[in-house]
């Protein structure tokens, strides 16, 4: 395959998906109505932010598979975080499992970390490029289970 195709391919895997789901939660969105703890950016930041991250995520995969450098547990890794990741906004926003998609969310940093570190050991800028994931993963994981705490009641 073409490295043009394997960047496509790994680029347009998360956006879209990302997208999909966005749609499907479009409607039970409640964001704007929650309490929300200290640093809560605006609800419009959240759909550029993650289609930064997930622009970031499929050009780090696709420089690891254009390089034969993706194996089975980096595979593993990575649509696993992928998975965790596309559940999270369905699980906190149309289910409203708020202290379920606290527990979610420390997995999908785990599995970020690990993703970061597998990825870093391949090739130092694919694991780079996670690294900005990772960090608003860390402040959704605040965001998360502030709101649940702020809202609980």
Same mark, same amino acid.
């Given at each position: 395959? %073409?490295?043009?195709? +394997?960047?496509?391919? /790994?680029?347009?895997?998360?956006? =879209?998906? &990302?997208?999909?789901?966005?749609? *499907? =939660?479009? &409607?039970?969105?409640?964001?704007?109505?929650?309490?929300?703890?200290?640093?809560?950016?605006? &609800?419009?930041?959240?759909? +550029?932010?993650?289609?930064?991250?997930?622009?970031?995520?499929?050009?780090?995969?696709?420089?690891?598979?254009?390089?034969?450098? =993706?194996?089975?547990?980096?595979?593993? +890794?990575?649509?696993?975080? *992928?998975?965790?990741?596309?559940?999270?906004?369905?699980?906190?926003?149309?289910?409203?499992?708020?202290?379920?998609? /606290?527990?979610?969310?420390?997995?999908?940093?785990?599995?970020?970390?690990?993703?970061?570190?597998?990825?870093?050991?391949?090739?130092?800028? /694919? &694991?780079?490029?996670?690294?900005?994931?990772?960090?608003? %993963?860390?402040?959704?994981?605040?965001?998360? =289970? /502030?709101?649940?705490?702020?809202?609980?009641?």
């Amino acid at each position: 395959m %073409s490295k043009l195709k +394997i960047y496509a391919k /790994s680029i347009l895997i998360p956006v =879209i998906l &990302g997208g999909i789901v966005g749609f *499907l =939660i479009s &409607g039970s969105m409640d964001y704007n109505s929650l309490k929300k703890p200290l640093f809560a950016p605006p &609800g419009i930041l959240f759909p +550029i932010v993650w289609t930064i991250l997930y622009i970031l995520m499929g050009i780090s995969y696709g420089r690891l598979e254009s390089k034969s450098l =993706i194996d089975s547990k980096s595979k593993t +890794i990575y649509y696993s975080q *992928l998975v965790v990741n596309l559940l999270w906004p369905i699980f906190f926003f149309a289910f409203k499992w708020r202290l379920f998609s /606290s527990i979610w969310i420390i997995l999908l940093v785990l599995l970020v970390l690990l993703m970061v570190i597998d990825f870093y050991h391949k090739e130092k800028i /694919s &694991g780079l490029l996670q690294i900005p994931y990772l960090l608003w %993963s860390i402040f959704a994981t605040y965001l998360t =289970i /502030s709101i649940y705490f702020l809202n609980h009641v």
